[in-house]
C-alpha cells in the first residue's frame, strides 16, 4: 500500500485535552469501518462521533454513519450530509465533536486530503484515522492515528501521549 500524499508539513504535538470516547460509540465505529471495508473492493469508511466539548476535553457518546462517496483509497461527503448529521446530534442534545476514517494502508496519518475532508473543522476537534480499512484497532498502541486541529491546522498527536480514553461500559471498584 501507498503512504498517504502529503505535500504540507503535518507536525507532531501534544494534545490539547483529551478525546474521552464510551467503549459502545467506540465499538461501533469500528463495526461500520470493517463493513465499509470489507467489500470487494474494500472502500474507506467515515464515521462522526457525537458528543460535547467540555472544557478542553471532547466527550463522546454515540456515532453516526453519513451518507457517503467513496472507493478503495477515497471517502467524502457533502454539505447536506453534514447538515443532517448536525441536526441528527441537536435533537440529542450534542454536536459532531471528531471524525473517524479508515486507510488502505498501516499509514494512519492525515493526507492532504483528509486535511480538507472535514468540512467545519473548529480549534481542538479531533480526527482518528484506523488502518486496513478498519481491520486494525481504534487506539493509537493498535495504530490508529490520532489527529487534533490546532490552530488553524490539523496536527498528528503524538503517540506517547494519552489523548484517547476509553470509558468502559461498566466500571467496578
Known amino acids: 500500500m501507498t503512504e498517504p500524499h502529503r505535500t504540507k508539513p503535518l507536525p507532531q504535538l501534544p494534545a490539547i485535552g483529551r478525546l474521552i470516547v464510551t467503549e459502545s460509540a467506540l465499538m461501533r465505529a469500528h463495526e461500520l469501518l470493517r463493513l465499509a471495508g470489507a467489500g470487494s473492493p474494500p472502500h474507506e469508511g467515515l464515521v462522526w462521533w457525537l458528543g460535547r466539548q467540555v472544557g478542553a476535553d471532547t466527550l463522546v ?6 451518507p457517503c462517496r ?21 435533537a440529542h442534545r450534542l454536536g459532531i465533536v471528531a471524525q473517524v476514517h479508515s486507510h488502505p494502508g498501516t499509514d494512519t496519518r492525515h493526507s492532504d486530503g483528509d486535511d480538507e475532508i472535514v468540512l467545519m473543522p473548529f480549534a481542538g476537534m479531533f480526527s482518528l484515522v484506523v488502518g486496513n480499512y478498519g481491520r486494525d484497532g481504534m487506539l493509537p498502541q493498535e495504530g490508529a492515528g490520532v489527529h487534533q ?22 466500571v467496578r471498584s
Open 70 to 90: 467513496s472507493g478503495p483509497g477515497f471517502v467524502f461527503t457533502d454539505e447536506a450530509a453534514v447538515g443532517a448529521g448536525s441536526r441528527i446530534a441537536r
Open 149 to 170: 486541529f490546532q490552530n488553524g491546522r490539523w496536527i498528528l498527536v503524538r503517540r506517547a501521549d494519552p489523548a484517547l480514553i476509553v470509558v468502559p461500559a461498566e
Open 61 to 66: 457518546v454515540a456515532c453516526h454513519h453519513p
